[in-house]
C-alpha cells in the first residue's frame, strides 16, 4: 500500500511538473514550437513518462475537463432542493473554482486557442460538452424529454453564455479579477430567463418529477 502511495505520489508530482513546464515553454517559445521532448527535458522527465500521462501536447492545455465537467454535474445533482437556477448556479461554481485554482493554464489555453484554429476547434468541442451534459441533467430536473422540448437545451446553452461572458472577460483582464464572483454576477443576470423556463415547464409536466421520485 505505502509503495501503491509512493507512486501515485510520484506520478502526481511528474504531471504537475510536464503541465508546468509545458505551459513556461507555450509561453515563452509559442505552442506550435514546442516540441513534447522540450516539455519532458524541461520537466526532468523521459519522454515516455510523458506519454504515460497525455496523449500528445494539446491535452496538456485541456487537462483535467473530464473531472471538472464531472464536478459540475455533481454539484446540480447535489441540488435536492430550490430552484432549477440554483442548480445550474451550483454547477457554474465548480467550473469557476476550477479555473480559479489554476489560473496559468486558462489564461495560457485562451491565448493559444485564440491564436490557432485547432485548438479553438478543441475548445469549442469541450463547450458543446458542457451544454450537452447540462441539457440532460436539466431535462432530468424539468422531466421533459430534451430531443422534442427546447426547453433544457436553451437553460443550458444560456448559462454557458453566462458562464462564456464571466470567463472572457476575466481572461482580457489578465486573471487578475475575482472570477467565481465575476459568474456569479453573470449567473445572476440570467436567473429571470431560467426561472420562466422552469414556470413553463412545470405547468406542462406531471407534478411529480423524476429527480424527486428516483
Known amino acids: 500500500m505505502l509503495r501503491m502511495d509512493q507512486r501515485r505520489a510520484r506520478g502526481r508530482r511528474?504531471?504537475?511538473?510536464?503541465?508546468?513546464?509545458?505551459?513556461?515553454?507555450?509561453?515563452?517559445?509559442?505552442?506550435?514550437?514546442?516540441?513534447?521532448?522540450?516539455?519532458?527535458?524541461?520537466?526532468?522527465?523521459?519522454?515516455?513518462?510523458?506519454?504515460?500521462?497525455?496523449?500528445?501536447?494539446?491535452?496538456?492545455?485541456?487537462?483535467?475537463?473530464?473531472?471538472?465537467?464531472?464536478?459540475?454535474t455533481r454539484?446540480?445533482?447535489?441540488?435536492?432542493?430550490?430552484?432549477?437556477?440554483n442548480a445550474l448556479a451550483?454547477?457554474?461554481?465548480?467550473?469557476?473554482?476550477?479555473?480559479?485554482?489554476?489560473?496559468?493554464?486558462?489564461?495560457?489555453?485562451?491565448?493559444?486557442?485564440?491564436?490557432l484554429p485547432s485548438l479553438r476547434a478543441t475548445m469549442l468541442r469541450i463547450n458543446d460538452d458542457w451544454i450537452d451534459q447540462m441539457t440532460t441533467e436539466v431535462a432530468r430536473w424539468l422531466d421533459a424529454d430534451a430531443d422534442v422540448d427546447v426547453r433544457p437545451r436553451l437553460a443550458a446553452t444560456v448559462i454557458?453564455?453566462?458562464?462564456?461572458?464571466?470567463?472572457?472577460?476575466?481572461?482580457?483582464?489578465?486573471g487578475t479579477g475575482d472570477l467565481v464572483a465575476m459568474m456569479a454576477d453573470a449567473v445572476r443576470l440570467v436567473r429571470p430567463t431560467i426561472d420562466r423556463i422552469e414556470r413553463e415547464a412545470r405547468t406542462v409536466s406531471s407534478p411529480v418529477r423524476s429527480r424527486d421520485v428516483g
Open 160 to 174: 454557458n453564455g453566462a458562464n462564456r461572458a464571466a470567463i472572457d472577460l476575466w481572461v482580457s483582464g489578465g
Open 75 to 85: 454539484r446540480f445533482r447535489a441540488t435536492r432542493t430550490g430552484s432549477l437556477w
Open 90 to 115: 451550483e454547477a457554474s461554481e465548480a467550473v469557476a473554482t476550477a479555473i480559479a485554482e489554476h489560473p496559468d493554464i486558462f489564461l495560457v489555453r485562451a491565448r493559444m486557442y485564440g491564436e
Open 14 to 72: 511528474n504531471r504537475e511538473a510536464l503541465i508546468a513546464a509545458a505551459i513556461e515553454l507555450f509561453t515563452a517559445n509559442g505552442y506550435e514550437q514546442t516540441t513534447v521532448e522540450q516539455i519532458a527535458e524541461a520537466a526532468g522527465v523521459a519522454p515516455r513518462t510523458f506519454f504515460h500521462h497525455f496523449a500528445a501536447k494539446e491535452d496538456i492545455l485541456f487537462h483535467g475537463y473530464a473531472d471538472r465537467l464531472a464536478e459540475a
